[in-house]
Nanobody
Framework: QVQLVESGGGLVQAGGSLRLSCAAS????????MAWFRQAPGKEREFVAA????????LAADSVKGRFTISRDNARNTVYLQMNSLKPEDTAVYYC??????????????WGKGTLVTVSS
């Protein structure tokens, strides 16, 4: 069965860095666009970044451009989110997502259970 398992969350001071990992199993990983979302306490879930299924092209939300970088290693069935220059407003539960084919906010097939990132001031 398909599983997406996030890891790497934790507590970090503002200005610090953290790398999240999402290990995928049970799906043809290279045929899926992979993405990260986040949800802060009391707020709606928001898109963070995505990386394409065939070209590897990446897309990031304006709030994280220049600070966060998404990447993938198809040989390891893993997608990463490198987070630099972290701000307190980045505090959220971060979720890994997988969509078959090209990227869209509609038709996301699978979700992970999330990993908590807390940025202190």
């Amino acid at each position: 069965q398909v599983q997406l398992v996030e890891s790497g969350g934790g507590l970090v001071q503002a200005g610090g860095s953290l790398r999240l990992s999402c290990a995928a199993s049970g799906l043809p990983f290279s045929f899926y666009t992979m993405a990260w979302f986040r949800q802060a306490p009391g707020k709606e879930r928001e898109f963070v970044a995505a990386i394409g299924w065939n070209t590897g092209g990446a897309l990031a939300a304006d709030s994280v451009k220049g600070r966060f970088t998404i990447s993938r290693d198809n040989a390891r069935n893993t997608v990463y989110l490198q987070m630099n220059s972290l701000k307190p407003e980045d505090t959220a539960v971060y979720y890994c997502a997988a969509r078959r084919g090209p990227w869209s906010l509609e038709g996301i097939n699978y979700w992970g259970k999330g990993t908590l990132v807390t940025v202190s001031s």
